[in-house]
């Protein structure tokens, strides 16, 4: 990360320390509506609108090894197989055959020495999707099978992870991250290896359990003994970025400082002074949140089930650690930080009831929580703001705070 761009992202945080109120101009936040958590009819609009337009985080190579390998992913609802060619070349498509809809893999991961071979009546397609034998051909006149190929769904790579999204219109990875993928860009995205992958079943709404990862007001209150006696919420400096993505900036309490659960462990290729003495968190919008350390990062992905239930995947990445087992602090580090989640699981379900109550009745959000406000004007813009019944709606308030890149 350069230089310059280090030196002004520490004088916001100076600024972030020393204010005595919000900066001057900053709007007051409208009240989030109740129900944009609990109607199942606006539920329906975020499925349609945000989760099956989006760019999601759906797996990393080393999920994939070799030609073949394949994993059957669902979490927008559609089943979709992701597999590596003969190519090497990471593909993804419907997990729905061409003739009646038969599933191509029904086992959540393996290998496909064969190509992509129906269950149902035996339609066979390459790794490259293509349909290349039915049987008793005879029977389907005039069927061109080069029409029939598997429906591709976009699929990039941002260095070992993959990305999916159905939206078949949707602009590149890169430019949908913006600054985030130079960001990521400046560090060995190629050799991070997965440390490990952790799900977690919650009874609330999606949104409900991802704002808790968007701030840190909460941080003195719900982390006392964990996560508040490092970071120092108080100069904590955020930018809203184009797209609903942003980053959080929460300096270290102490200059130095060095997560006693990291200790020893090898440092990333790139890594800076940014991640050695505060913690970059950010957001990829919708749900992935990844606060990045020197030794390693874990995204956290937030997937809806229903309007009152949701997954928590977390998955850690490190940088490579050569032939034999990952660092022996692992274990340690993994335990603290389920630890910390463990703090935000005690009140999220029990919120999620009291939003089902008739007590809730809206959100107010202050200055320090105004990413969340960020990514609810963002899926507005998502679903279209005439799909939302008026109720509903949060009014565009930050579009003048809102930039195009660190500054
Ligand atoms: S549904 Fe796949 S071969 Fe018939
Ligand atoms: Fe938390």
Redesign the pocket.
């Known amino acids: 990360m350069d230089a310059q761009v280090i030196e002004q992202l520490k004088a916001g945080i100076e600024f972030e320390r020393t204010r005595t109120g919000p900066p001057e101009g900053f709007p007051q936040l409208p009240d989030i509506p109740a129900g944009r958590y609990t109607d199942p009819e606006f539920l329906r609009l975020e499925q349609a609108h945000l989760w099956k337009k989006a760019w999601l985080y759906a797996g990393h190579v080393d999920e994939l090894p070799e030609a073949g390998s394949f994993k059957l992913w669902r979490r927008t609802g559609s089943p979709i197989v992701i597999l590596r060619d003969n190519d090497n070349h990471i593909r993804a498509f419907y997990n729905t055959?061409r003739?009646?809809?038969?599933p191509l893999v029904k086992e959540e991961s393996g290998t496909l020495p064969g190509g992509l071979v129906?269950g149902?009546?035996?339609?066979t397609y390459t790794l490259a999707g293509e349909l290349v034998s039915?049987r008793d051909q005879r029977d389907f006149v005039g069927l061109d099978m080069s029409c029939r190929s598997l429906i591709p769904v976009r699929c990039e790579r941002l260095g070992n992870w993959i990305f999916i999204n159905e939206d078949a219109d949707a602009p590149a990875l890169a430019d949908t991250l913006g600054p985030i993928h130079d960001y990521f860009c400046s560090l060995p995205l190629d050799t991070l290896r997965l440390v490990s992958h952790q799900t977690f079943d919650v009874n609330c709404n999606v949104k409900t359990f991802l704002e808790t990862f968007l701030e840190v007001y909460h941080l003195k209150s719900t982390h006392p003994q964990t996560v508040d006696r490092f970071l120092d919420h108080r100069g904590t400096h955020i930018i809203l970025w184009p797209r609903g993505h942003s980053l959080m900036l929460s300096p270290n309490r102490r200059p130095g400082w060095v997560d006693p659960g990291a200790q020893g462990m090898p440092e990333m290729a790139g890594a800076t002074e940014l991640e050695r003495e505060a913690s970059p968190s950010f957001n990829i919008f919708p749900n992935l949140v990844t606060p990045v350390s020197p030794t390693g990062l874990p995204f956290n992905l937030i997937w809806p089930v229903s309007e009152r239930r949701s997954l928590l995947e977390v998955i850690w990445f490190a940088p490579d650690w050569g032939g034999g087992a990952r660092h022996d602090r692992w274990d340690t580090r993994l335990r603290n930080y389920e630890r910390i989640l463990g703090e935000d699981l005690a009140f999220i379900e029990q919120m999620q009831a009291s939003i089902e109550s008739a007590g809730f009745h809206g959100v107010p959000l202050n200055y320090q929580e105004r990413r969340i406000y960020h990514w609810h004007e963002e899926l507005d813009r998502r679903i279209g703001a005439d799909h939302i019944p008026a109720s509903l709606r949060v009014a565009p308030v930050l579009d003048n705070w809102v930039r195009e890149g660190w500054t």
């Open positions: 055959c003739h009646r809809g038969g129906c149902f009546h035996g339609w039915l």
